[in-house]
């Protein structure tokens, strides 16, 4: 391995060792496993998709044969556990990426900037988090082909209902959430 290699491999480690080291519900927010802190792994929906794809492809192979129900099983079970967690994914999308990202990102954006000099002390956490949640968070609740525009009402509202402390007008964070929409709808 090169050195590059080896130090994303390191750095992926520190950040499992972090997760696990997070209160439960933090945990369930990242769809993390809870042994390896591996995050956007959906356990109970890779495990339901794993049970039921292994009774199947046992079932199915089954009609082959002692060995036809084992060889359909394990199938089975490696398959029912993708498409439980791409089911799982796709109804609770994996936030903490999200989160991650936009946390190293956000200050770079130039709504982010251009408020700083009426908010010197411009936080992402208080300030921000909310607004790229809503967006991140609600962009799955609706059609791929659903544009900003046409459900901005919605989102506002969530975004009202959901923004804490922030300083910030809807028209200051309509901007952070658009970007998320946005970069989920790609």
Not at 67 to 92: D, P, Q, S, W
Not at 93 to 111: A, F, K, L, V
Not at 123 to 129: A, C, K, M, T
């Amino acid at each position: 391995m090169t050195n590059p290699e080896i130090e994303t491999q390191r750095q992926q480690e520190q950040k499992r060792e972090q997760v696990k080291q997070l209160p439960k519900q933090q945990q369930q927010q990242l769809n993390a496993n809870p042994k390896t802190g591996e995050t956007g792994t959906h356990p109970v929906g890779t495990g339901v998709g794993a049970v039921g794809g292994a009774a199947t492809g046992a079932a199915v192979g089954a009609t082959t044969g002692p060995i036809g129900a084992v060889v359909g099983g394990t199938i089975g079970a490696v398959v029912g556990g993708l498409v439980g967690k791409t089911a799982a994914e796709a109804e609770n999308p994996t936030e903490g990426d999200e989160d991650i990202y936009w946390r190293e990102h956000s200050q770079s954006q130039p709504y982010y900037t251009s408020l700083q000099n009426t908010h010197p002390d411009l936080s992402y956490e208080r300030d921000y988090q909310a607004a790229y949640r809503v967006g991140y968070a609600q962009r799955s609740r609706y059609e791929p082909g659903t544009r900003f525009e046409d459900v901005e009402p919605d989102l506002r509202s969530e975004w009202e209902s959901t923004k804490g402390d922030t300083r910030l007008a809807w028209e200051d964070a309509k901007h952070a959430v658009r970007d998320a929409w946005n970069r989920m709808t790609r």
